[in-house]
């Protein structure tokens, strides 16, 4: 077994063998996947994830896969325990011993909600997705991700080497919430990112002994589905401050929560 590791050329995107980045079909994680392929040293391997790979969402997607072989789609459901473990079984059958460099967990979703309106299964559903997801992806890739950093165990840590990245949100920060709540409520949101940020600490705790830089990513207010269309970044801007971000990801930045831009955000 080997990890094919490259050496880092900080232009365009971090050089990668691999990376997987959840709910891809549209938005933020379907801008990654394009910013990936068009790299002049693309992955060898781009890992494709949504919830229905054969629905009309997922169309775009299903293109990019048929022209590009690098891309490789993957049904997953980020709370269905049993989705994610089939998308990491296929995955490590198709890296054919090598591991899994970068794990992208960007798939989310944000109903409004305020702190009257708020109901039980609002709150529990966007925890669900939101926390109980990236807990879950992160898990089952993790022995992939283990392997990558074996392979590269003389680097330090990097995307190039084996990194985990939670895509979260200015939203989830305490100490920001008084800039933005009144205009901006989203409380089960605000509530399930505040707990992906804890989730990002831990796991960047423990998984810094296995070689896995660990870092949650607010990727700015974005013209997404999600984000709404009077949202201050294009996907286009929003994803190349990301890629130069990925490129750039040390250790300092293991176990904090960047901005776009790289600049920190307090939690
Ligand atoms: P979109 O709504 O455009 O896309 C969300 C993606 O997540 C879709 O692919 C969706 O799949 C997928 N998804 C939702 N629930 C699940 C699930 N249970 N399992 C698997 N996939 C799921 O959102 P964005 O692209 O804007 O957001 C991406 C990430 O960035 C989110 O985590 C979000 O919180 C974060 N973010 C976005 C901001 C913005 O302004 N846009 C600002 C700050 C953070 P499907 O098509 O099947 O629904």
Same mark, same amino acid.
């Given at each position: 077994m080997q990890t094919r590791g490259r050496k880092e050329v900080n232009m365009a995107g971090p050089n990668v063998y691999s990376v997987l980045v959840t709910? &891809?079909?549209?938005?933020i994680g379907l801008e990654l996947v394009k910013h990936f392929v068009r790299k002049?040293?693309?992955?060898d391997v781009i890992f494709a994830t949504c919830r *229905?790979?054969?629905?009309?969402?997922a169309e775009e997607l299903k293109k990019m896969a048929s022209k590009h072989s690098k891309v490789i789609m993957l049904q997953l459901e980020a709370t269905d325990p049993a989705s994610v473990e089939a998308a990491a079984k296929k995955a490590e059958a198709h890296l054919k011993g090598s591991g899994l460099n970068l794990l992208i967990n960007n798939a989310g979703v944000m109903p409004q909600s305020t702190l009257a309106s708020a109901t039980p299964d609002d709150m529990m559903s966007v925890y669900n997705t939101n926390v109980v997801g990236p807990l879950l992806v992160t898990q089952a890739f993790l022995p992939l991700l283990k392997k990558a950093a074996q392979g590269s165990s003389?680097?330090? #840590? =990097?995307c190039s080497k084996a990194a985990l990245i939670n895509m979260s949100t200015? #939203?989830? =920060?305490m100490e920001k919430t008084p800039e933005t709540y =009144?205009?901006?409520?989203?409380v089960s949101y605000r509530c399930s990112k505040a707990a992906l940020n804890m989730l990002t600490k831990c796991q960047s705790l423990e998984y810094k002994q296995d070689g896995i830089l660990c870092t949650a990513i607010h990727?700015?207010?974005?013209?997404?589905d999600l984000g709404g &269309?009077?949202? *201050? #970044?294009?996907v286009d801007e929003s994803v190349n401050g990301i890629m130069k971000v990925l490129c750039n990801l040390s250790e300092k930045h293991h176990g904090i929560l960047l901005n776009w831009e790289g600049k920190t955000v307090p939690w």
């Amino acid at each position: 077994m080997q990890t094919r590791g490259r050496k880092e050329v900080n232009m365009a995107g971090p050089n990668v063998y691999s990376v997987l980045v959840t709910g &891809s079909n549209r938005g933020i994680g379907l801008e990654l996947v394009k910013h990936f392929v068009r790299k002049p040293n693309p992955p060898d391997v781009i890992f494709a994830t949504c919830r *229905d790979p054969a629905g009309a969402q997922a169309e775009e997607l299903k293109k990019m896969a048929s022209k590009h072989s690098k891309v490789i789609m993957l049904q997953l459901e980020a709370t269905d325990p049993a989705s994610v473990e089939a998308a990491a079984k296929k995955a490590e059958a198709h890296l054919k011993g090598s591991g899994l460099n970068l794990l992208i967990n960007n798939a989310g979703v944000m109903p409004q909600s305020t702190l009257a309106s708020a109901t039980p299964d609002d709150m529990m559903s966007v925890y669900n997705t939101n926390v109980v997801g990236p807990l879950l992806v992160t898990q089952a890739f993790l022995p992939l991700l283990k392997k990558a950093a074996q392979g590269s165990s003389h680097k330090p #840590l =990097s995307c190039s080497k084996a990194a985990l990245i939670n895509m979260s949100t200015i #939203l989830g =920060s305490m100490e920001k919430t008084p800039e933005t709540y =009144s205009w901006f409520p989203v409380v089960s949101y605000r509530c399930s990112k505040a707990a992906l940020n804890m989730l990002t600490k831990c796991q960047s705790l423990e998984y810094k002994q296995d070689g896995i830089l660990c870092t949650a990513i607010h990727p700015g207010w974005v013209k997404t589905d999600l984000g709404g &269309s009077e949202a *201050d #970044l294009t996907v286009d801007e929003s994803v190349n401050g990301i890629m130069k971000v990925l490129c750039n990801l040390s250790e300092k930045h293991h176990g904090i929560l960047l901005n776009w831009e790289g600049k920190t955000v307090p939690w």
